[in-house]
């Protein structure tokens, strides 16, 4: 059974800091990888989505990174500003074979504070 | 609209109500799902859909039942709940499932449901 982890579980950073937060899943055998960002109360907004046949992406201040071989993410945020501040959703989607093939294992998410 | 849209935004109700939650998506695609998010908890797939089919269902109790009458709109009728199925409901939807355009899910702004 796929399980994901995120750490830390919440950030508290000032603002301009460049962070890292950490996703890493036990089943290798995905189909690919998104990050989510979720405000208070609100539905999911994809930031990235990394199949499992590149290593990264990027989207301005994002870069999320994939080495699927040793199970994990990176999601790289530079410059953070206090807008930056959500709940980070990793969620890995199953590969070919099995009953369940794409569906979406989601990791706890990190909370994310950006204060001014 | 645009996107995939979600009714009502907050629901409260008794154990013994019957209510009903209505997601529908304006995005042209094939598949829907539904998700629960509580409190600690990591997003839970609820069930799937693909062409109005159901192809999933995740060991969801039968208090909750979920229609699809076509590839726009899905529904999560709900009765008799307890206390512990308060959560934010979410809906999604893709392009397809288990293809090579399997897809990012799009999520709805979620039903915020409190069981009393």
């Known amino acids: 059974k796929q399980e994901v982890t995120q750490i830390p579980a919440a950030l508290s950073v000032p603002e301009g800091e460049n962070l890292v937060l950490n996703c890493s899943f036990t089943?290798?055998?995905?189909?690919?990888l998104q990050w989510f960002r979720q405000d208070p109360g609100k539905g999911l907004t994809s930031l990235l989505l990394?199949?499992?046949?590149?290593r990264e992406q990027t989207s301005g201040r994002l870069n999320a990174s994939l080495d699927k071989s040793s199970g994990r993410s990176t999601l790289y945020i530079a410059a953070s500003q206090p807008g930056d501040s959500a709940t980070y959703l990793c969620?890995?989607?199953?590969?070919?074979?099995?009953?369940?093939?794409?569906?979406?294992?989601f990791g706890q998410g990190t909370i994310l504070t950006v204060h001014p | 609209e645009t996107g995939v849209t979600q009714t009502p935004r907050h629901l409260v109700m008794g154990m013994t109500n019957k209510k009903s939650l209505k997601c529908e998506q304006h995005?042209?695609?094939?598949?829907m799902y539904w998700y629960k998010q509580s409190a600690k908890k990591p997003l839970e797939l609820m069930f799937v859909y693909n062409f109005k089919e159901q192809t999933e269902n995740n060991s969801v109790p039968s208090r909750f039942s979920p229609e699809c009458p076509n590839s726009s709109h899905l529904f999560l009728h709900l009765h008799t709940l307890q206390p512990e199925d308060s959560a934010l409901y979410l809906c999604?939807?893709?392009?397809?499932?288990?293809?090579?355009?399997?897809?990012?899910?799009?999520f709805g702004p979620g039903t915020r449901l409190t069981v009393l």
């Open positions: 969620a890995v989607r199953r590969g070919a074979g099995g009953t369940s093939y794409g569906k979406l294992t």
């Open positions: 999604a939807s893709s392009q397809g499932i288990g293809t090579t355009q399997d897809n990012e899910q799009f």
């Open positions: 089943d290798s055998a995905i189909y690919n």
């Open positions: 995005l042209g695609h094939n598949a």
């Open positions: 990394i199949q499992s046949s590149q």
